[in-house]
């Protein structure tokens, strides 16, 4: 006899989802009436839930166990602050102790012939083990869900037709925004990808043939389309007219975008890959708002782990307020920094707002949708025979407001050869990073006064130049 087991719908309750998590004009009309004391209750109603879900995971009881809290100790929202921060290194620690995919996610005390189907993703892992990514039906199709409520709360048109330039392959990206406009908006989609994935040159073509009027992507990627578009004899704004383009430009100069693309209107949003759509921006341009019926978000010091004033920076601590299936997430500090923004909700929201992305409180530097960890580089480098050991990396942006990194790697060949040497080391971090740096090499002991490793006990290995840091 073969097992039975739920298909994908139905292993959760679909309509009840949509109404629970609003979209389009039911979005507005259920919010806008809404008080912030009832947005309160909502929350630690699906708050306590998802407690009670975490609390039957070895992942949880151990780090909360270790703590010295129970159960009881959790009585409602109110009590979060009790609660040990989680991250990234905390959800590898697990993959290391129990491979291949970790205790965090609550699948392993499922009997088999009851377990949810699953999509199944990774970090791209370019400086390490790649992170494993699961998520439970429901948990993945709020996800999904939340990406379209931001995308028709910037003002998609009806029947538009988006362009996607997210990766596919095992990182989630773009898989996740495919499933987010096929299923919550009535776009066409084109799932372009990168420029690996589709031609630059292909991909402004596609634009061109089939009305592209939306791109959605790493704003990197998205400028270097408008060059491409020219260098096709293609002028963006007439052959290919753009009224959106809804990327993550964090800190980015939006004059050189929009008149790149023929002055389209320009949507950032927030969310990192394991809990999905964060924030979005909405039709006032006045800074991000956080959905909040989803995600309980504290901005808390790097430092202390305190909560931050209003207007100051801190770091993005997030707890999932859906994810009571696969996965839950609770306290998930993304070392990603924001700042609240003061002032009442124009739009008659209850719900607060961030300015965005502001830069990273630990050493990682996003570029071009690529995590790359400074540290990481080193043991990347040490393939080649001159390399001594000694490197930094040094994030930049130029006129055009286009994100680089520079590496400067110490080596022991004279500076005649060096040039002969450059290409090598490009190609072989490009090859190991996933995207292009720049690379400058030097002699032995010239970083030391940048790295002062002969003073610290960890060296510096990041100057991050771009945001006047």
Same mark, same amino acid.
């Given at each position: 006899? +073969?097992?039975?087991? *739920?298909?994908?719908?139905?292993?959760?309750?679909?309509? =009840?989802?949509?109404?629970?998590?609003?979209?389009?004009? =039911?979005?507005?009309?259920?919010?806008?009436?809404?008080?912030? &004391?009832?947005?309160?209750?909502?929350?630690?109603?699906?708050?306590? $839930?998802?407690?009670?879900? %975490?609390?039957?995971?070895?992942?949880?009881?151990?780090?909360?166990? $270790?703590?010295?809290?129970?159960?009881?100790?959790?009585q409602s929202l109110e009590d979060i602050e009790k609660l040990p921060l989680i991250s990234k290194a905390d959800i590898m620690a697990s993959v290391e102790q129990f491979p291949p995919i970790g205790d965090f996610h609550g699948l392993d005390a499922i009997p088999k012939e009851?377990?949810?189907?699953?999509?199944?993703?990774? @970090?791209?892992? !370019?400086?390490? !083990?790649? +992170?494993?990514?699961?998520?439970?039906? $429901?948990?993945?199709?709020?996800q999904s869900l939340l990406v379209a409520r931001s995308y028709r709360f910037m003002g998609l048109k009806p029947a538009a037709t988006i362009q996607s330039c997210y990766g596919h392959g095992m990182i989630n990206g773009g898989h996740y925004i495919r499933e987010a406009v096929t299923r919550y908006t009535n776009a066409i989609f084109l799932s372009a990808g990168t420029g690996v994935e589709t031609r630059s040159a292909?991909?402004?073509?596609?634009? $061109? @043939?089939?009305?592209?009027?939306?791109?959605?992507?790493?704003?990197?990627?998205?400028?270097?389309?408008?060059?491409? %578009?020219?260098?096709?004899?293609? !002028? *963006?704004?007439k052959d290919i007219k753009i009224d959106m383009i809804i990327g993550h430009l964090g800190m980015e100069s939006r004059d050189s975008i929009a008149k790149a693309w023929g002055n389209p209107e320009l949507f950032d949003w927030y969310g990192v890959g394991d809990t999905g759509c964060i924030a979005a921006e909405?039709?006032?341009h006045d800074g991000m708002h956080v959905w909040e019926d989803a995600h309980y978000l504290e901005l808390?010091? *790097?430092?202390?782990?305190?909560?931050? =004033?209003?207007?100051?920076?801190?770091?993005?601590?997030? @707890?999932?307020?859906?994810?009571?299936?696969v996965y839950p997430?609770?306290?998930?500090? !993304?070392?990603?920094?924001?700042?609240?923004?003061?002032?009442?909700?124009?739009?008659?929201?209850p719900f607060k707002r961030i300015r965005g992305f502001m830069g990273r409180s630990d050493n990682m530097v996003k570029l071009r949708g690529i995590n790359i960890y400074p540290q990481g580089v080193g043991p990347m480098l040490e393939?080649?025979?001159?390399?001594?050991?000694?490197?930094?990396? &040094?994030?930049?942006?130029?006129? @055009?407001?286009?994100?680089?990194?520079?590496?400067?790697?110490?080596?022991?060949?004279? *500076? #005649?050869?060096?040039?002969?040497?450059?290409?090598?080391?490009?190609?072989?971090? &490009?090859? &190991?990073?996933?995207? #292009?740096?720049?690379?400058?090499?030097?002699g032995e002991g010239e970083l030391t006064a940048l790295t002062q490793v002969d003073v610290r006990q960890k060296p510096i290995r990041l100057l991050d130049q771009r945001f006047g840091g």
């Open positions: 006899m +073969q097992a039975s087991y *739920p298909t994908y719908f139905e292993s959760f309750d679909y309509q =009840a989802m949509l109404e629970d998590y609003p979209l389009g004009q =039911a979005l507005l009309e259920h919010f806008q009436r809404m008080s912030a &004391k009832e947005l309160r209750a909502l929350q630690n109603q699906r708050f306590m $839930k998802v407690m009670a879900r %975490a609390w039957q995971i070895p992942f949880y009881q151990r780090i909360w166990g $270790k703590a010295g809290l129970s159960p009881a100790d959790i009851q377990r949810p189907p699953l999509v199944f993703h990774t @970090t791209s892992g !370019t400086t390490g !083990t790649p +992170q494993p990514l699961l998520f439970g039906p $429901k948990g993945r199709e709020v292909q991909q402004v073509q596609l634009m $061109k @043939t089939f009305g592209v009027n939306v791109l959605v992507g790493f704003v990197d990627y998205i400028k270097r389309l408008a060059d491409v %578009a020219k260098e096709e004899g293609l !002028t *963006p704004g909405g039709p006032d808390l010091d *790097p430092d202390s782990n305190q909560p931050v =004033a209003v207007g100051e920076r801190g770091n993005m601590v997030v @707890t999932c307020l859906y994810k009571d299936d997430i609770i306290r998930f500090n !993304t070392h990603d920094l924001s700042e609240q923004l003061p002032g009442e909700n124009k739009l008659g929201l393939e080649r025979p001159e390399f001594l050991g000694e490197f930094l990396c &040094k994030a930049v942006r130029d006129d @055009t407001g286009r994100d680089e990194m520079i590496v400067l790697v110490e080596v022991s060949s004279p *500076p #005649e050869q060096r040039s002969e040497l450059l290409d090598s080391y490009q190609s072989l971090l &490009k090859r &190991k990073i996933g995207i #292009e740096v720049q690379v400058e090499l030097v």
